[in-house]
T-cell receptor, first 116, second 111 residues
């Protein structure tokens, strides 16, 4: 199993540009989520999904869109990049159907995004 | 008040020392608790889950105090390789299965 994969690993954008961060998992997990990590702030939840076709907002959703058309993929779209979105983005997945709240959450390697 | 709070450290300890981290959480209905480890510029990885009765994994011991709403992590006989940031993680909202992360406590083990 590849686990959770993310692309790209690094990205530099100009203010106003849009882009999509890709995330895929091959563990048949129902639950997927996107976090951003800023110095001293810990990981903050952007959006999450409890299954294909179902998404919901997390703690800091503004400026981001998500969709979940398949179990495996959960892309994160930046609509119009701003310098405040400079961060490290982690995708995570967790739990098969019927799993529990104690299921391990697995993270991708992260995407380091800089917005100029 | 943050939902999950940790002392950011850094904790600088010599090899062989015992070190303990605490973490407090805000929601008394929280169901699941974890410690994750994060190395510099890497993704977080599960260190251990925390069970109500407390649990041990080698040199690591985790405990949960529901009455006071905190969890702890004890590391015995610290190794250089234990240097990392330790994240306290809580499933705050039953049924939603979204994890809330503390900001992390940085540990530096020195030779």
């Amino acid at each position: 199993n590849a686990g959770v994969t993310q692309t790209p690993k690094f990205q530099v954008l100009k203010t106003g540009q849009s882009m999509t961060l890709q995330c895929a998992q091959d563990m048949n997990h129902e639950y997927m989520s996107w976090y951003r990590q800023d110095p001293g702030m810990g990981l903050r939840l952007i959006h999450y999904s409890v299954g294909a076709g179902i998404t919901d907002q997390g703690e800091v959703p503004n400026g981001y869109n998500v969709s979940r058309s398949t179990t495996e993929d959960f892309p994160l779209r930046l609509l119009s990049a701003a310098p405040s979105q400079t961060s490290v983005y982690f995708c995570a997945s967790r739990g098969r159907r019927g799993g529990s709240s104690t299921d391990t959450q697995y993270f991708g390697p992260g995407t380091r995004l800089t917005v100029l | 008040r943050k939902e999950v709070e940790q002392d950011p450290g850094p904790f600088n300890v010599p090899e062989g020392a015992t070190v303990a981290f605490n973490c407090t959480y805000s929601n008394s209905a929280s169901q699941s608790f974890f410690w994750y480890r994060q190395d510099c510029r890497k993704e977080p990885k599960l260190l251990m889950s925390v069970y109500s009765s407390g649990n041990e994994d080698g040199r690591f011991t985790a405990q949960l105090n529901r009455a006071s709403q905190y969890i702890s992590l004890l590391i015995r006989d610290s190794k250089l390789s234990d240097s990392a940031t330790y994240l306290c993680v809580v499933n705050l909202v039953a049924g939603r299965r979204a994890l809330t992360f503390g900001s992390g406590t940085r540990l530096q083990v020195q030779p």
